[in-house]
């Protein structure tokens, strides 16, 4: 292999947003005909650093080189010409089309007065479906296939180029192990046609069958290559997290309460199934998992928007239903959503006035809404919750995403909830607010709430939980306690692998 | 002010286009002809703009919670008819309220639609327009309306009498106007609305019954279209058919003149008046400069495109971009 050239190679790629180093002189290649996947955590960097080669960031320093030709990228669309093709878990397929024209778009064979030809377009992609021996043809409707079969025209599409590198961004997360079978024959062809693959995955299992090498990130930077064969599960983990945590474990140890609320094999459809825990008064319940896991599909249901089919949700120990957000509210379940500007908030709102909107009705004298009850409240979080804004009548679309974050708990604590959900609480928050929020979470808790918070970060699910919910493919892998869990332990739980015993 | 940038201008133009907009209009039909600003012609304006305006605040609470309503034209014709109707036939006291009610259940019907089954507002009321249109004409057999004794009623108060040397139609636009300025900024409903329109996501997470809020505000424009109706047959004690088409769109631009932004969420009632008087007072001055009637058909369409573009371009902060 050191005779060859790489297909690609990335040389001290620097990139800073303001405030973080989120890539921090990273560098390595892939060879032609090689599969190298690119490992690390949530945040680690792997998502940037692909956003850098598809040309969507410019880095601040370094090269990208293609074939010895250093190359700058500026769009997704001129990376494919220079043969650097994406994958994406999101599939960007228009489903209406067929597959044809889903594999051209943008660029159809043309006739003369601009007429598409359909005939040379149906030709060449029937070659192109025959290399992958799928069992769709040109004609097909996007819409019809499978997820697996939409991924082979996404697939199809990179090889319309001539590829030199292909880079797959967690593949298989909605695959069934039947399709995943027939994807990882499509990368050995690819592979031995001498195109060069970057794997980005979790799953240690894949990553151990198809990869020959493993390219490690870490908090933005380059931690090492590890030769496939030659390592093991273990070693390529402590690359991943073998940083000095700059969050600490959680060791608070305060008096629990009773139980809140508990789930008892609850179950819906694919999503998740037999799901059982309990979360006590005054403890934090986290629960980690991988994009797809069923952590957020759980808090959904948890908050009225999803109808289990079976299993039972009980609150206090009595057994509830929760047909709506109204109805969690009204029995004491909140929850500060995932997504804080689509879900959580009113942007063209006030601060004030997001904060109050769940109360609103609560908060009149006669028929009208009293506003120095609304700014009692207002002052009051945003003296606890330490709310940087210049005065309630703030739009919260001017706040930044910790501020925001803290409006959205302040509306729930104002509310007084018997328990409060956070889901991903620090997304898209800068590092400084981050460690506020996690403060104050284990704050809440130690005044006395029962806090499930969901997060794929795990140092954030280490410092915040007294215990952890392991979930991989909708079920409960392991439950963990704040003193028994190990960086490891939890990553082989989230990956699927059951048993500890198998790693030595 | 100096050296003032292409780009501060184009901000200034897009956040107060209207209102300059307005003062060069008024300039203008003032300059041509100066019966304009004179009280009989504004105080004739304004009783002019009252049957749109009372239209146009219920139509307010329907665009700040996000959706359209295109319907509010022909239900009118149709209040207006049935309330003639039924004049003759049960005497005006019983007849009010059973247009009222008639009219409400209308609304309830767009409101179920819209709010309990989600579909999209402007196929729902576009097709309502067309389908209360033709209720009225099966109620009317195609008929235009009439009272028979037109000096044998009180009815006629409603569009034709005054207190205090003001028109009762004037009255009922500021009362109603106050009654829902009211409703809508200071009560817990209100808020809702406003909640519904900037963010129905957020919304329901926040335990707003999202459908309900709708369904309500829908109710609450069929309530203002009766109002609407009545002040209309009270005014001539006898309809066409067709009193209210086209209606639709006149409220629609004075809504959104007024600055409620199509998209929901903003809007005042206070803003919506202004929008109404804006509105009259440049259909006026195009008359009386001497244009044709149906000019204003025109010049309302290119009014609501204005009111639009500008509307998007205040929310991009310039008046063109290349990207959406």
């Given amino acids: ?477 392991r439950m963990f306690t704040s003193d028994e869990v190990t960086e490891e332990s939890l990553i082989q739980a989230i990956s699927g692998i059951t048993s500890t015993d198998k790693v030595a | 002010m100096a050296s003032m940038s292409k780009a501060d201008i184009g901000r200034i133009l897009a956040r107060q286009g209207i209102l300059i907009a307005f003062a060069v209009f008024i300039i203008g039909f003032t300059l041509v002809n100066e019966r304009f600003l004179s009280p009989d012609n504004v105080m004739g304006v304004v009783r002019s703009s009252a049957i749109l305006g009372v239209m146009a605040l219920g139509v307010t609470f329907v665009v700040i919670s996000g959706n359209l309503d295109l319907s509010v034209g022909s239900m009118m014709s149709f209040s207006t008819i049935v309330v003639l109707d039924l004049h003759d036939k049960i005497g005006p006291a019983l007849a009010i309220p059973a247009m009222f009610a008639m009219t409400l259940c209308l609304g309830a019907f767009i409101g179920f639609l819209v709010g309990y089954l989600k579909l999209n507002s402007l196929i729902v009321t576009l097709g309502m327009l067309s389908a209360i249109h033709g209720l009225t004409l099966t109620y009317s057999g195609g008929q235009n309306m009439d009272i028979v004794d037109k000096e044998g009623t009180w009815f006629s108060v409603f569009g034709q009498g005054s207190a205090l040397g003001i028109p009762v139609p004037i009255l009922i636009f500021v009362a109603l106007a106050a009654l829902l300025g009211i409703i809508l900024a200071k009560t817990p409903f209100g808020r809702k609305v406003y909640a519904v329109g900037g963010n129905g996501t957020a919304a329901t997470f926040s335990g707003i019954k999202r459908g309900r809020i709708v369904f309500l505000c829908y109710v609450m424009s069929a309530f203002c279209v009766a109002v609407a109706g009545l002040i209309q047959a009270s005014r001539s004690m006898g309809s066409q058919n067709t009193v209210g088409q086209g209606l639709e769109l006149d409220v629609l631009a004075a809504v959104i003149l007024g600055g409620a932004s199509l998209l929901g969420g903003s809007g005042t009632i206070f803003k919506t008046v202004i929008g109404v008087l804006i509105l009259g007072f440049i259909q006026n001055g195009l008359l009386l400069v001497g244009l044709q009637f149906y000019v204003q058909f025109v010049v309302t369409w290119v009014i609501i495109i204005l009111a639009v573009w500008l509307d998007i371009a205040a929310k991009r902060g310039k008046l063109w971009s290349n990207i959406a």
């Fill in chain 1, 1 to 477: 292999m050191t005779e060859q050239r790489p297909a690609l190679r990335l040389e001290g790629i620097v990139k800073t947003f303001p405030g973080v180093r989120a890539l921090d002189d990273v560098s390595f290649a892939v060879m032609p005909g090689e599969v190298h996947a690119l490992m690390g955590e949530n945040g680690a960097g792997k998502s940037t650093l692909m956003k850098v080669l598809g040309g969507i960031h410019q880095p601040d320093e370094g090269r990208i080189i293609v074939e010895e030709v250093p190359t700058v990228m500026t769009s997704p669309l001129q990376a494919k010409s220079k043969g650097i093709v994406f994958i994406h878990q999101e599939l960007s397929l228009a489903e209406e089309l067929t597959v044809a024209e889903n594999i051209y778009l943008g660029e159809l064979p043309r006739r003369s007065f601009g007429r598409v030809d359909w005939a040379t377009l149906y030709a060449q992609t029937d070659a192109i479906l025959a290399k992958l021996k799928v069992s769709f043809n040109a004609k097909t409707i996007v819409g019809d296939l499978s997820i697996a079969n939409q991924q082979m025209v996404e697939i199809a599409r990179a090889l319309t180029v001539d590829a030199k590198a292909v880079i797959f961004d967690e593949p298989t997360a909605s695959l069934t192990d039947a399709e995943k079978v027939v994807l990882f024959d499509v990368i050995s062809d690819l592979q031995s046609q001498g195109v060069g693959i970057i794997y980005i995955s979790h799953r240690m299992e894949e990553i151990f069958k198809i990869t020959d090498r493993i390219s490690v990130l870490r908090d933005g930077s380059y931690r090492g290559t590890l030769v496939t064969c030659d390592t093991n599960e273990e070693e390529v983990t402590q690359l991943m997290i073998g940083r000095a945590l700059d969050l600490s474990r959680n060791e608070s140890h305060h008096a629990l309460g009773d139980v809140a609320l508990e789930v008892r094999g609850l179950s819906c459809g694919k999503l998740y199934k037999d799901v059982s825990f309990s979360v006590r008064r005054g403890e934090v319940l986290g629960f980690y998992g991988l994009v797809g896991a069923g952590r957020t599909e759980i808090v959904e249901t948890l908050f009225g928007l999803r109808d289990p089919d079976a299993g039972a949700i009980l609150l206090d120990g009595q057994e509830v239903r929760v047909s709506s957000p109204a109805d969690a509210i009204s029995k004491g379940i909140s929850l500060v959503p995932e997504d804080r500007k689509g879900q959580g908030l009113v942007l063209g709102m006030n601060c004030r006035d997001n904060m109050t909107l769940p109360q609103i009705g609560d908060l009149s004298s006669g028929p009208f809404v009293s506003p120095n009850a609304e700014t009692a409240i207002f002052d009051k979080y945003k003296e606890k919750l330490d709310i940087r804004t210049p005065g309630w009548k703030q739009t919260v679309g001017n706040l930044s995403g910790g501020n925001q974050q803290k409006i959205v708990i302040g509306k729930w604590l104002s509310m007084h909830p018997k328990v409060l959900i956070v889901d991903e609480p620090t997304r898209g928050i800068d590092v400084g607010s981050k460690s506020e929020i996690h403060n104050l979470i284990r704050e809440l808790a130690a005044q006395g709430y029962a806090v499930i918070v969901v997060s794929s970060e795990m140092p954030e699910v280490l410092h915040v939980s007294d215990r952890i919910v392991a979930m991989f493919a909708g079920r409960v892998m």
